[in-house]
């Protein structure tokens, strides 16, 4: 993994003179090389940090810089998706691609096509006949079509039907391995699990928790059928560098705990099966779950 592309500090921004702050000191970094998720509730002002790395915003204070000294707003080296400019919808698709290819100072053409053929989007369709879905591939296509170093997208997957978001995901992984800096703005923690490197939790104005999603990087889940008593006993070498799951475990139920990252399962596992205590399930604590835990 490569060092910061792009440098939040400090961010305040609200909407309005007299308006609640969206964002309050927030800072982070993307990174180069990196996918990255910024998760966080409706409101929490995901897209709104988006516009400010792209300079469509100012902050009330603090900074945005790229790395390389660059301006955000009209960057070649940026591709964004946070807004869905529909200008010429009387154009084709690849006409429209070819439209906005022209701010920039490569030749776009391979990579466009490459993009519409993986996507399935027919560059000969009227934009303004395009459904939902398509208008959205039109837009990431737009987006990645002249390969940025800096990729922010804001929920680019969310009219896209499984099989393009695949597609999408496969797409940006090429993008990081090539070595851009990717943020991706996003609700969809399923597709989140396995995609990206690092995911960063909005809540209040700032980051409250960065989470690495990847499962050699979280928390993981045991489950034995038997009472807590009993695990409790057979890992009582083990038992007190365990995570707190904060859930009561009702009397009968199995054994459910969490443990760190760092904690090697196998000792703990042979130690169950030598007792007699079968193991129900370990795997990854859901992502999903690790958001509502206080940081």
Not at 10 to 27: A, H, I, P
Not at 35 to 51: D, E, H
Not at 52 to 65: A, D, E, I
Not at 213 to 224: F, M
Request: contains cysteine; charged residues 25%; hydrophobic residues 40%.
């Amino acid at each position: 993994m490569n060092g910061a592309a792009l440098v939040a500090e400090g961010l305040v921004f609200g909407y309005g003179k007299r308006g609640r702050d969206v964002l309050r000191g927030l800072g982070c970094e993307v990174r180069s090389g990196e996918i990255a998720a910024l998760v966080g509730a409706n409101g929490a002002g995901k897209t709104t940090l988006l516009r400010l790395m792209t300079g469509l915003l100012k902050p009330r204070s603090g900074t945005v810089r790229r790395a390389d000294g660059g301006p955000l707003c009209g960057n070649p080296a940026l591709g964004a998706l946070v807004s869905s400019p529909l200008c010429w919808r009387s154009l084709r698709a690849g006409e429209w691609l070819a439209a906005f290819a022209r701010f920039y100072p490569r030749d776009c053409a391979a990579r466009r096509r490459e993009l519409c053929e993986r996507l399935d989007l027919d560059p000969s369709a009227p934009v303004e006949r395009l459904s939902t879905g398509n208008l959205q591939k039109l837009h990431v296509a737009r987006a990645l079509q002249h390969s940025p170093d800096l990729v922010l997208l804001d929920e680019p997957t969310s009219a896209l039907d499984p099989a393009s978001r695949r597609v999408f995901w496969s797409i940006l992984g090429e993008e990081a391995e090539r070595g851009a800096a990717i943020l991706v703005s996003s609700h969809q923690l399923d597709e989140l699990e396995q995609a990206v490197d690092r995911a960063l939790l909005l809540k209040e104005g700032t980051i409250a928790r960065e989470v690495a999603p990847r499962e050699t990087a979280r928390p993981w889940r045991l489950a034995v059928d038997a009472p807590e008593e009993k695990v409790a006993a057979c890992l009582a070498a083990f038992w007190p560098r365990r995570l707190d799951a904060g859930a009561r475990i009702p009397a009968g139920a199995p054994c459910v705990s969490d443990w760190s990252p760092d904690e090697d399962r196998n000792p703990i596992l042979r130690a169950l099966l030598e007792a007699g205590l079968p193991v129900k399930s370990v795997g990854p604590v859901p992502l999903s779950e690790l958001w509502g835990r206080e940081p």
